[in-house]
Nanobody
Framework: QVQLVESGGDSVQAGGSLRLSCAAS????????MGWFRQAPGKEREGVAV???????SYADSVKGRFTISKDNTKNTLYLQMNNLKPDDTAMYYC??????WGTGSPPKAVTFSYWGQGTQVTVSS
């Protein structure tokens, strides 16, 4: 049974940094597709950064150069380092995984993923 637990969300000032973590359990292989999504009130859930099954990475244009996704297979943990945060980054951030996904230049859509964490809130004030 796949379980994902996010942590690290907080309230920060614009320009600040946060690191989100997602502890995964129940994954039977190391090359699961894993990623971060976010959803602001009244908006659709959007892909932020994804590590695909072939280990390639895709980022949303809005976070390129500011956010970095990484994975520690020894700890079964996914990370999202977020620097130079902006008020538009305010959202609930979710970790998600699926057995297979492939890069197309942009993060896969949320419907691609079967397993989700409960989310962690990031609030950026100006």
């Amino acid at each position: 049974q796949v379980q994902l637990v996010e942590s690290g969300g907080d309230s920060v000032q614009a320009g600040g940094s946060l690191r989100l973590s997602c502890a995964a359990s129940g994954l039977t292989h190391s090359n699961y597709c894993m990623g971060w999504f976010r959803q602001a009130p009244g908006k659709e859930r959007e892909g932020v950064a994804v590590i695909h099954s072939d280990t390639s990475i895709s980022y949303a244009d809005s976070v390129k150069g500011r956010f970095t996704i990484s994975k520690d297979n020894t700890k079964n943990t996914l990370y999202l380092q977020m620097n130079n945060l902006k008020p538009d980054d305010t959202a609930m951030y979710y970790c998600a995984t699926e057995r297979w996904c492939w890069g197309t230049g942009s993060p896969p859509k949320a419907v691609t993923f079967s397993y989700w964490g409960q989310g962690t809130q990031v609030t950026v004030s100006s």
